[in-house]
């Protein structure tokens, strides 16, 4: 049973950059792709960005491409988002999420385990 833990959300102006950390426990870090999916109060979850085994595949919502990046240390059992030049319309619950398959998905129902999320606001 793998135990997520996400943290570094908070209040920010737009334009404003945050750092989203997720640490993992309970399991092999390395044996899972690694995902972040965001839920805005109304709307449905969605998929934000993920990350394979290794770190070799990435891949990213167009809504934030160019904007966030995805990025992992297995060292530190330890999942990243980088957000720049954020927007009001990025206000959501951000969700960690790990799934035992090698490449990455934008599927949330294939994701294993999952954090219990951490709240980002972005104000105008």
């Known amino acids: 049973q793998v135990q997520l833990v996400e943290s570094g959300g908070g209040l920010v102006q737009a334009g404003d950059s945050l750092r989203l950390s997720c640490v993992a426990s309970?399991?092999?870090?390395?044996?899972?792709?690694m995902g972040w999916f965001r839920q805005a109060p109304g709307k449905e979850r969605e998929f934000v960005a993920a990350?394979?085994?290794?770190?070799?595949?990435?891949d990213s919502a167009d809504s934030v491409k160019g904007r966030f990046t995805i990025s992992r240390d297995d060292a530190k059992n330890s999942v990243y988002l980088q957000m720049n030049s954020l927007k009001p319309e990025d206000t959501a619950v951000y969700y960690c999420a790990a799934d035992l398959r090698v490449r990455p998905s934008r599927v949330a129902t294939q994701y294993n385990y999952w954090g219990q999320g951490t709240q980002v606001t972005v104000s105008s």
């Open positions: 309970g399991g092999t870090f390395g044996n899972y792709a």
């Open positions: 990350i394979s085994r290794g770190g070799s595949i990435r």
